[in-house]
């Protein structure tokens, strides 16, 4: 349901395109020249899902500041997608890098430091015991291995919406009509039916959850506590206390996966909130943007992964990779945790990340725009919807993809760069008083395009917020 004509888009988009091929020259030949080595010419297929005419090249990236193989310089509102959440290389982290490095990279042993960066993952996220993985996803498939084996139960129970990486079980579809669940046909490669092993239900639907769980079969829900990759979905008043009474009653562990969360406050929303999960699952930023996971866990299931392990024979567990933990990794955590994870950078993102919302929601209160924007802590989305999203469903059923390509290479081709995935943008303990003036800056500007080009309809009516 576009609140816009698809002719003033179609019209924008192609004036976009072309200003983007003629400020990109180097991005646009090094694009050509590495469809001859990568596939899709990026070594990562996800790396081409920016709305540009290819994709941007990287010449260097600090604090809030990406700069392209052109020269053009952004402010980063993207910030790797969360892996850079706390600014691109900030220095306690480059040192620390450096300086392991030359000491050694990995040798299947743990560190010196392996105890402090224990205690400080403690004091940061407030779970007792931890384990470390190279990425959430990896993170989380480990988890969820525990998870059926401590309760012996085989069912998964997640959101519909819900983004926990590569975990193949959660890699499924609620069908809308009848609320089964459903493989999901985006998926290559598919041969095991794990529709079979999950259950779909809609986010913030206290009855559905309990349905789900009132069977007794579900080792464990495995959830962030708001969507954050199905456009931004918080959770309704008192929807976690509830939920997480539900899943103790039920006998369902509760895995709280925090990758994106932590732009809540320090030490995450189930810490700010009080959700005591069995299990956390932080990655991306959690080491600076260095490839590293943890996954915390309660004293008492620490116990009952202890008696799972001992009970089973010797042999690999299918748990744990040999990369995980590496010395280089606890050298990137420890200074992270001690450096980044502060309250003083808390404070400088979320007092930042209010005032970009304010003067997005003022701009789009006096342009008559039926959009809003959704925040958790440093993070927020401007989405092209009247109200804040309830559950998947209601983003689905408001899309609006044409607007959303548009107003990504719209900003981007005046300096200002989003998720390509979504309207998220993400405040950074480097990002200033002027990067936010910059991008309300470009929001004018993209407002005033619209403006130019009236959808024939009439105005649209004014936005309100939930």
């Given at each position: ?23 990109h ?29 290819a ?19 952004y ?126 239900v ?82 991306k ?90 925040r ?35 900003m ?20 200033t008083?002027?990067?936010v ?30």
């Open positions: 349901m576009n609140d816009l004509a698809p002719d003033t888009l179609r019209t924008l988009q192609h004036t976009e395109r072309e200003r983007f091929i003629q400020s020259p180097q991005s646009m030949a090094l694009a050509r020249y590495a469809q001859q080595h990568y596939l899709f010419g990026v070594p990562l297929h996800w790396m081409r899902d920016w709305p540009s005419p994709t941007l090249f990287v010449a260097q990236a600090q604090g809030a500041t990406l700069t392209c193989a052109d020269g053009v310089r402010a980063d509102f993207c910030l790797g997608d969360t892996g850079a959440m706390f600014g691109h290389s900030p220095a306690p982290l480059a040192q620390a890098i450096a300086g392991q490095a030359a000491r050694g990279l990995t040798c299947m042993l743990p560190a010196t430091n392996a105890v402090a960066v224990g205690e400080a993952l403690s004091a940061t996220f407030g779970l007792p015991m931890w384990q470390m993985a190279l990425s959430a996803s990896d993170a989380n498939r480990f988890v969820l291995r525990w998870a059926r084996a401590i309760t012996g139960r085989a069912r998964l129970l997640v959101f519909d919406g819900c983004y926990h990486g590569a975990v193949d079980d959660t890699l499924v579809d609620m069908d809308p009509a009848s609320g089964a669940t459903l493989p999901r046909a985006s998926m290559l490669g598919q041969v095991h039916n794990h529709a079979a092993f999950t259950r779909v809609p986010f913030n639907d206290l009855h559905a959850l309990e349905a789900a769980l009132k069977q007794g079969d579900v080792a464990c829900l495995l959830a962030e506590p708001a969507l954050t990759n199905f456009g931004l979905v918080p959770p309704a008043p008192g929807y976690w206390e509830q939920a997480r009474a539900l899943c103790r009653t039920h006998g369902a562990l509760f895995v709280c996966d925090e990758t994106h969360t932590i732009s809540t406050a320090l030490g995450g929303y189930a810490r700010a909130h009080g959700l005591e999960p069995d299990f956390m699952v932080v990655g930023a959690v080491a600076g943007g260095l490839p590293c996971a943890v996954y915390g866990f309660t004293q008492a299931v620490a116990d009952r992964m202890v008696v799972a392990k001992n009970a089973a024979p010797e042999g690999h567990s299918g748990i744990g990779t040999t990369l995980a933990g590496n010395a280089l990794t606890l050298a990137a955590l420890q200074a992270s945790l001690e450096h980044l994870h502060t309250a003083t950078n808390y404070v400088h993102m979320l007092d930042l990340a209010s005032v970009l919302e304010r003067g997005l929601r003022e701009r789009i209160s006096t342009a008559g725009r039926p959009w809003t924007v959704t958790l802590g440093a993070r927020m989305e401007l989405q092209f919807m009247p109200h804040t999203p309830r559950n998947a469903q209601d983003v689905r059923d408001h899309a609006q993809s044409d607007l959303e390509a548009l107003t990504h290479l719209f981007l081709n005046r300096g200002v760069l989003l998720t390509p995935f979504h309207s998220m943008m993400l405040v950074s303990p480097a990002t008083q002027d990067d003036a910059r991008l309300l800056a470009v929001f004018d500007e993209l407002l005033d395009a619209l403006r130019v080009h009236p959808d024939p309809q009439g105005p649209a009516p004014a936005s309100r917020s939930a």
